[in-house]
């Protein structure tokens, strides 16, 4: 074996997730399509779990395009019942379920006087809810396996305030919350972990600014930015990290991918 094979073996160890299956919630978009397409080059068979069949089937193809493995599920994360038939579908085509990848998640702007139920009712169906059960449903599958790794996708919103976003950090403090709770109950089992973004360059992102040019949340988040936007890429590499063998002691933590907003 050369000095190179072993260099590239020894990183396989720690970053290689060669004959796992992931499932991307979200993998349609944004910050989930990055991660589909970077789970899938580090060797996974990725399922997109999302509502957008277009979005999602183009996912899939560019990943087959380039030697990966990917398929399109389609499964509303707010719907608990699609989500338990979700992940027996999964098990049932692939035999295992080894990661699972929530990023599925909206945001909704408004002042606190003004916040509708519904509005609230959404974002947090979808942030917390959806995380929460389709984390149980695949998890139980995990659990039967006895060992798999959910990385769930918070938000500096779980840590600070800003305007005019009040149920979607309500949602992400939530996520930071069952990170702990799942990861505490499952220990030695199933690894739950989960990464904090920054302000990301995503279609979620460019809706919002696209709606009013700027809005109190994105002014106020980009005020204290250090550098530039994120983009759904600089995700990738913590999420690989989380999900594979080098991360085989790290649970419960949330890790900010934010360019330093945290720190200050
Ligand atoms: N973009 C940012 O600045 C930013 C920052 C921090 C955290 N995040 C989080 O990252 C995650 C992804 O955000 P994004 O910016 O990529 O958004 P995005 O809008 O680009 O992607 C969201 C995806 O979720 C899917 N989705 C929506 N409702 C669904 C449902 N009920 N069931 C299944 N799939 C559903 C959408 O079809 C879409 O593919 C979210 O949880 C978001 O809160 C984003």
Not at 26 to 39: D, E, K, M, N, Q
């Amino acid at each position: 074996m050369t000095t190179e094979e072993r260099r590239m073996d020894y990183l396989k160890t720690l970053f290689g997730l060669d004959g796992r299956v992931a499932v991307v919630t979200g993998g349609a978009s944004g910050l989930g399509a990055a991660f589909s397409r970077g789970l899938a080059a580090a060797g996974a068979t990725i399922v997109v779990a999302d509502i957008n069949e277009e979005l999602a089937n183009e996912v899939v193809a560019s990943i087959r395009s380039g030697g990966g493995e990917a398929e399109f599920r389609r499964v509303d994360v707010t719907d608990v019942a699609a989500v338990e038939a979700f992940a027996d579908d999964v098990v049932e085509g692939h035999g295992h379920v080894d990661v699972l990848i929530n990023s599925a998640g909206a945001a909704h702007r408004s002042p606190i006087e003004e916040f509708s139920e519904d509005a609230y009712d959404r974002i947090l169906a979808l942030n917390l809810k959806g995380t929460y059960f389709m984390s149980q449903a695949i998890g139980r599958k995990m659990l039967a396996q006895g060992k798999g790794s959910i990385v769930n996708i918070a938000s500096i919103g779980g840590f600070i305030a800003y305007p005019h976003s009040s149920a979607y950090l309500c949602s992400k403090g939530g996520v930071v919350q069952a990170t702990k709770s799942f990861a505490l109950e499952w220990y030695g089992r199933v690894r739950v972990n989960a990464i904090a973004p920054g302000l990301v360059d995503s279609p979620l992102l460019q809706k919002v600014l696209a709606a009013s040019g700027s809005t109190s949340t994105t002014d106020f988040i980009q005020h204290r930015m250090l550098g530039p936007l994120l983009q759904p890429d600089d995700m990738v590499s913590a999420a690989i990290f989380l999900a594979g063998d080098g991360a085989s002691r790290v649970t419960g933590h949330t890790l900010a991918v934010d360019d330093g907003y945290l720190a200050q």
